[in-house]
């Protein structure tokens, strides 16, 4: 038998080779497809094994956080960030109402001269202990030409320290409202900032960029323990921060996911546990899952049409020798053949709010006098009519497309009504970088009409007068983002007359008549305010801030499972 | 043989090679200045909306822009002669060094992808190459156009909803941690890596399994039909050695060129994918350099890509010749004197 085998061992050893490689092959297969399997079975195993431990709050959002300086950008998502780990003189809670933060009161000794009294016992995250020494250097670094934050101090203002927790600000001319856009002016500590050279902020020019300007040293709850841009950032909690923290998250770790429906994935996953924010139409793929849910509102943004006003003749319109958008009827009539509601149930999901004003109702105390005009076609065509285009005329709308939520749909769904009124509308969807070329002072205001979306960084109304609404010249002197060039004197006097007003209840009152006037010739045509939407999982509670800065604070966990259900 | 005629020649040759290809990697640098040129306003991306006039056009000055684009040109010609890829605006860092951070994730990606294609397609054309008329490689032939025709982007999120979002199986974004071996960081070594790899590949190796089994099927069937392939069956050899060894061994020529005609895609594949996926490689880099104007960044990345295909047009042509003994051997009678 033995000889046999022998025999047998022997002959097939002569035959070929060849038979021998093919099962080495088939060995070789044999093995591949077992290391396979065993890397996945590891693959999953770890996987699910890193899931239990210590919890973070995991937060991934659609933009990038990057320099830290905290005067170098004036941006809602980099300010709203490092709003978690510095802190201002003031601060806003979830609804915005302005609270002491780093100075616990401030009076006016006399319209023009502020009196601000600072905390005592604060100490910044190294350490070191906060005074006015660091609060005048701050406001002076803000102030400095590099800094984007330079217009939320008067140029002409002096900051005086009184005394280590007293800090006075002499103005040339009254502003009652000066303080309103302080709750991001953040303080640094002046002896960290000269020890790590960073006394004047970091210029956008700037073509070095120094380690220090990607940390962040400050008073509030929390603290950055890691700042990769772009990859990940990581936040623990201050355990020695002044204010109430009991029951604040521990632990955030920040992400980024920039295509929208991989960050819905990532939180039906369990990969994250907040995404910021949720694309409108993923929303019922958010709700309809079993471990997440969608938190949603209006924002401060107002969404609104320019119409060039300015120019003797549209230079994209079929019109010749007159312009149509001069002519108060046409703006009256664009505005009655708009069905803002339509778009809100169509294109926002229901989410947005139309609006009568171009600021929120939620930052101007006389919102309620305001009404939109009506959506009525009817009379649109009868205004059109009266105003002497009876067949209507063509013009090029000027839109984003990756700028504002649904911003083509939306141009698209205006110019549709639009063409009930006989104004054939074509519409230019570009990237923003594109379009904010075109339509402001950059190309010199190149549109007739174009989407506009604006957030007041004053959280007050007389800078949409100033700034969108205000008479300039070809170049922008006047009101530099008045695309339109939309000029009423008016409205000016009005103006200048609020910038001056210590009475709030007075300045509100002249506000309300520049935007009365605004209104009733549809210098500007409001839409609405922006839809905001944020998808949590189960187990995360959050307020919403309406100006969609992200804070730490306002997020609450009950139980993070970090699996998928 | 005539010394000088042949080294004359040689070098000749060598030109032919070298001079197109130099010519071609300044057309895409002006290409790639071009594009720059037309991605939007770089000011309104670095100021924020209530900048001044004067604060932007000082920012117009300090980026160079208030020179006229012919000078720009030719100072960042210069600037590429002296290996400077720029500064990025947004994030200032030298573009050279975003690229050596990004390239590494792109690659993984990349290659783990062709190799999944490769393996897709090898198997799958001999198959088809074999024995064409079978219900089962009809089927096959089917699955691999429709592979070809359904867009990147759909396989990338399908991929991601089905294993990531309802099974939970692998991460849904994200690159998992890496391991620098030899100074370069790699995402292979590493089991949340890989984890974070599988989709991503798989979603490439899909989009380009299609044009290798098309090319290869119709190559090998070709290569069947040869003589010394049935003279090969004849000598008892068996069919795996056959098809592997004698068949496959001719068919890469073809294969080789058109992976170098793929590397377009490949590119582009990347840019989809990593956009889906997050990871930070060049696709993404590009994407966001070019959403937010960062003209330096665009530029860099196009003479980079371009650079690369010339380096592995050149590599592919080197392989092509050693693949090919045929084109190695001289011209017959091209040196012999007049008989």
């Known amino acids: 038998m033995a000889r046999n085998m022998l025999m047998t061992t022997a002959k097939t050893s002569t035959i070929d080779l060849q038979s021998e490689n093919s099962l080495v092959q088939a060995q070789v297969v044999r093995v591949l497809i077992l290391s396979l399997v065993c890397l996945l079975v590891g693959v999953m195993s770890v996987h699910a094994r890193s899931e239990k431990g210590a919890k973070p709050l995991r937060i991934a959002i659609s933009g990038d956080l990057n320099l830290l300086d905290p005067h170098s950008l004036n941006e809602t998502l980099t300010v709203g960030l490092i709003g978690n780990v510095m802190e201002a003189l003031t601060r806003r809670n979830g609804d915005l109402k302005i609270e002491p933060g780093l100075a616990t009161r401030w009076e006016t000794l006399t319209p023009t001269h502020w009196r601000f009294h600072l905390r005592r016992k604060v100490r910044f995250h190294d350490g070191s202990p906060f005074s006015a020494d660091d609060v005048v250097f701050s406001l002076e670094r803000a102030r400095g030409p590099s800094s984007q934050m330079k217009r939320r101090i008067p140029t002409d203002a002096r900051i005086v320290k009184v005394d280590d927790f007293t800090v006075d600000v002499i103005l040339q001319q009254p502003n009652p409202i000066m303080y309103y856009d302080w709750d991001n002016l953040f303080i640094m500590s002046k002896a960290w900032a000269i020890a790590n050279k960073l006394e004047t902020p970091h210029a956008a020019t700037e073509k070095v960029r120094t380690r220090a300007v990607l940390s962040a040293n400050g008073t509030g709850p929390y603290r950055l323990v890691r700042h990769s841009p772009g990859r990940e950032t990581v936040f623990e909690r201050n355990h020695s921060w002044w204010g109430e923290g009991g029951d604040h998250v ?26 910021i924010p949720v694309p409108l139409d993923e929303i019922a793929r958010v709700t309809g899952s079993q471990n997440a849910r969608v938190i949603a509102g209006s924002e401060l943004r107002t969404m609104f049409l320019n119409l060039d006003s300015f120019r003797d003749e549209l230079l994209y319109s079929d019109v010749k020798g007159r312009n149509p958008f001069k002519d108060k009827r046409v703006r009256l009539a664009i505005y009655h053949a708009i069905d803002i509601d339509a778009i809100r149930t169509q294109l926002m999901g229901g989410y947005s709010e139309p609006s009568a004003l171009l600021i929120s109702p939620s930052l101007f105390a006389l919102a309620d006098q305001f009404k939109r005009h009506p959506f009525d076609r009817t009379k649109a065509r009868a205004l059109m009519r009266e105003a002497g285009y009876p067949d209507g005329f063509t013009v090029t709308l000027d839109c984003p497309n990756n700028r504002y939520i649904n911003d083509e749909a939306m141009c698209e769904a205006i110019a549709n009504m639009l063409r009930q009124i006989k104004i054939t509308v074509k519409v230019r969807a570009v990237t923003k970088a594109r379009f904010f070329e075109r339509v402001t002072r950059t190309r010199k205001y190149d549109s007739s009409m174009s989407l506009l979306g604006w957030t007041p960084g004053t959280m007050d109304g007389l800078e949409i007068v100033t700034n969108l609404a205000g008479c300039r010249d070809a170049d922008g002197n006047g009101a530099l983002f008045n695309l339109g060039g939309y000029c009423n004197p008016e409205v000016d006097k009005l103006a200048a007359q609020a910038r001056t007003e210590t009475d709030l209840k007075k300045r509100d009152e002249l506000i309300a008549q520049a935007f009365r006037i605004i209104h009733d010739e549809a210098g500007l045509i409001p839409l609405h305010q922006q839809p905001l939407a944020w998808g949590v999982a189960k187990g995360v509670e959050l307020t919403l801030r309406r100006d969609n800065q992200i804070r730490f604070d306002l997020m609450r966990v009950r139980e993070l499972t970090g699996a998928p259900q | 043989m005539k010394f000088g005629q042949w080294h004359r020649r040689r070098l000749g040759s060598v030109a032919a090679f070298v001079v197109p290809r130099v010519l071609l990697l300044l057309a895409a640098a002006c290409l790639g200045f071009l594009f720059a040129e037309v991605i939007g306003d770089p000011v309104s ?223 582009v594949f990347a840019i989809v994918t990593e956009t889906v996926f997050e990871r930070q490689g060049l696709g993404l880099l590009f994407l966001r350099a070019a959403n937010d104007a960062d003209m330096p960044v665009v530029a860099g990345l196009i003479v980079f890509a371009a650079l690369v295909f010339t380096v592995l047009g050149l590599a592919g042509d080197a392989l092509l010749h050693w693949a090919t003994p045929r084109l190695r051997e001289p011209m017959p009678n091209a040196d012999a004197p007049e008989a």
């Open chain 1, 250 to 275: 521990e632990k955030v770790v920040l992400t980024t996911i920039r295509s929208p429906s991989s960050r819905v994935a990532a939180l039906l996953a369990g990969q994250v546990d907040v995404v």
């Open chain 2, 45 to 267: 991306q670095l100021l924020p909306a209530d900048a001044t006039l004067a604060e932007r056009l000082e920012m117009r000055r300090a980026l160079g822009l208030d020179q006229p684009a012919p000078v720009r040109l030719l100072a960042f010609l210069g600037r590429l002669l002296t290996g400077d890829l720029g500064v990025s605006w947004k994030l200032a860092t030298p573009v050279s060094t975003l690229i050596a951070a990004a390239l590494p994730v792109t690659l993984d990606m990349a290659l783990l992808g062709v190799a999944g294609a490769l393996l897709l397609a090898v198997p799958l054309s001999l198959r088809l190459a074999i024995r064409p008329a079978t219900l089962s490689s009809r089927l096959s032939s089917a699955a691999v156009l429709a592979a070809m025709a359904i867009p990147v982007f759909v396989t990338a999120i399908a991929l991601m909803t089905l294993f990531a979002a309802w099974a939970g199986w692998l991460p849904a974004v994200g690159r998992g941690e890496a391991v620098s071996v030899l100074g370069w960081e790699t995402g292979l070594l590493t089991t949340s890596g890989l984890a974070a790899l599988v989709m991503p590949a798989a979603t490439i190796a899909l989009a380009l399994a299609g044009q290798f089994t098309r090319i290869l099927t119709s190559e090998l069937t070709h290569i069947l039909q040869q003589p010394y392939i049935t003279a090969a069956h004849a000598r008892g050899l068996p069919p795996a050695r056959v098809h592997y060894m004698h068949a496959l061994a001719n068919a890469w020529p073809p294969l080789i060129g058109a992976l170098h005609v793929q590397l377009g895609n490949v590119l």
